[in-house]
């Protein structure tokens, strides 16, 4: 591209803008072609006061511009330029007026003028600032005399946006929040699950309290050098993210990747990207914060972002990065053979709960009793993964391995409350624990054989002579969700009053086919509702909990 075409922009808009101060005499024509011209760049000139957002193409260039005119004392003004992506090479230029321009052209000299002007163009055009990088950058300058600045900005990596901010008013306030001279950010605690972050106090908080606050930004990729670009990263990352991080606490309507919590006047928003979580908090004035719900031995970036509510404008401070404490070895519980261990794990804190046993023989046999709520186990034998999966009843599970091989048995709650599992590791499988089960543990009631007074409930046996005992409990409507969530399928009949013991026998047909039982408990109550339970014990006495079920007697008969 030659200078010519380069820089007519900048004859054109000096030409025009100085129009105003010399009136030759002009035709209606001419007067046209000059307003027309300036409206055309017009577009291109540089609002000031305002933050302007620049879009630009990857290695085309943009420019803008803005004039200054010339006054008796010196005028001061400063440009911020802010990358919101990648890197930008970005530069201003000055276009001063040559002593007697625009001038006047004689008859039949005008082309010869024009090629004059164009050829000193390049001499009349310096550079006065230029920058490569991804930082916010502020060029502030004086100038005595009228002259056309222009702002080039390149992005050569990919198609991007910045913002700019002219000012040339310095005496009524910023736009941008003040920094500290020292704004860096301060690690001054740091836990297995938690940061403690401190920064010293910007001065416009101590200016304007009501309309500045302090908004916290994390990840596990790297810092970032302004909100706009922490904003462009996320948006990138597929989330839709409220303007400005919802800084001014509107009740936007948050994508369903996005969990906003709400606490002690502070909002906090949690976007679940691929590449881990995003949060960002804002809290108001305060200069110190606890980020918690960290993972163990995981680094994490740091950003606080002063933002000012009434205009959206932020300044950074300097980002850190603190890496959390290594997860304490989990307690291993030593399995010995025949040995029952009962298990009770904690559904929020979602840890593990490990068992360690060390074989005597070849082949090993692992007995899983679920008391409450659902559990996830994983077997591991010297290391390497055999079993894994969800534990549902009564679950066996026989390893065949070699003689001193370590197994871990690694227990995890599935659901947010309590879960309770009994465990048993032995090699002779012939001497079982627990009883020889059916096919289905459930209880199931006769709906025709219910009168105001009975109940008639039937449910599966063995092959193997086993004891059964029915207890009933009354119960009212509204507790039978609770009665059935919360029982636990481990307990025996010793933890049940004596007046719910209805009756105990022995049962069993070779044939599974007719291995059904049922019985009629009478002397109810019209209208009850009652819970009946099955205990199941075998040869070694330890019961097994059929399914409870609810059953209403009739009203009327």
């Not at 298990?343 to 360690?356: H, M, P, T």
């Not at 046999?365 to 409450?372: E, I, S």
């Not at 009756?503 to 819970?531: M, S």
Request: proline share 5%.
């Amino acid at each position: 591209m030659s200078w010519f075409w380069l820089y007519l922009p900048l004859h054109l808009l000096m030409a025009t803008s100085l129009c105003h101060s010399t009136k030759p005499a002009t035709t209606s024509s001419q007067q046209s072609f000059k307003t027309n011209l300036f409206n055309f760049y017009h577009s291109l000139i540089l609002a000031d006061g305002k933050e302007t957002t620049v879009h630009l193409l990857k290695d085309i260039p943009k420019r803008y511009y803005f004039v200054l005119e010339e006054g008796r004392v010196l005028s001061p003004f400063s440009i911020t330029v802010t990358p919101c992506d990648v890197p930008i090479e970005w530069s201003i230029l000055v276009y001063k007026s040559p002593p007697g321009f625009p001038g006047k052209a004689t008859p039949g000299d005008h082309d010869t003028q024009e090629v004059s002007k164009s050829q000193k163009a390049p001499s009349m055009v310096s550079t006065i600032f230029n920058y490569k990088g991804n930082s916010v950058e502020t060029y502030m300058g004086m100038s005595s005399h009228s002259a056309v600045y222009l702002l080039e900005f390149l992005s050569t990596e990919r198609d991007t946006h910045i913002t700019v901010y002219l000012t040339t008013d310095t005496t009524s306030g910023h736009l941008y929040p003040e920094l500290p001279m020292d704004p860096r950010i301060d690690v001054i605690g740091i836990g297995h699950t938690t940061v403690t972050l401190t920064w010293k106090h910007s001065p416009s908080v101590l200016q304007h309290r009501e309309s500045i606050q302090y908004c916290l930004l994390v990840n596990e990729k790297h810092n970032y050098k302004s909100l706009c670009a922490a904003e462009t990263a996320i948006r990138s990352s597929g989330m839709k993210l409220p303007p400005t991080l919802a800084l001014s606490l509107s009740p936007y309507l948050l994508e369903p990747q996005q969990v906003m919590i709400l606490s002690n006047s502070e909002l906090s928003i949690i976007n679940k990207v691929s590449s881990g979580e995003v949060r960002q908090v804002c809290m108001g004035t305060k200069n110190t914060y606890t980020v918690a719900n960290l993972s163990p031995s995981t680094q994490y970036y740091f950003d606080v972002f002063i933002v000012n509510l009434l205009t959206n404008a932020s300044a950074a401070y300097t980002g850190t990065f603190a890496r959390t404490l290594e997860e304490p070895e989990p307690k291993v519980t030593e399995l010995k053979d025949g040995k029952v261990i009962h298990v009770v794990l904690d559904g929020k804190k979602q840890k593990f709960y490990s068992l360690q046993y060390q074989a005597r023989h070849k082949k090993i046999h692992f007995t899983f009793q679920l008391c409450r709520g659902q559990i996830r186990v994983h077997i591991t034998r010297n290391g390497k993964t055999v079993a894994s999966e969800n534990l549902s009843g009564l679950r066996y599970l026989s390893l065949k391995g070699k003689l001193l091989d370590t197994y871990l048995v690694q227990l995890r709650s599935t659901e947010e409350s309590n879960s309770s599992v009994k465990v048993q590791a032995s090699p002779h499988f012939h001497k079982p624990l627990f009883p020889l089960l059916p096919e289905s543990l459930k209880i199931k009631s006769f709906s025709k054989l219910r009168t105001c007074r009975s109940v008639t409930i039937a449910w599966l046996g063995t092959q193997e002579e086993s004891k059964y005992c029915v207890y009933r409990k009354r119960i009212e409507e509204d507790q039978i969700w609770g009665e059935l969530q919360s029982a636990d399928r481990c307990s025996g009949p010793e933890s049940r009053h004596r007046s719910e013991k209805v009756l105990c026998k022995y049962f069993y047909d070779l044939n599974l086919q007719r291995a059904v039982t049922t019985e009629t408990i009478k002397g109810l109550e019209a209208g009850t509702f009652y819970l009946f339970d099955v205990y199941l014990f075998g040869p070694s006495g330890i019961p097994v909990r059929y399914h409870s079920k609810v059953v209403k007697t009739r009203k009327k008969c």
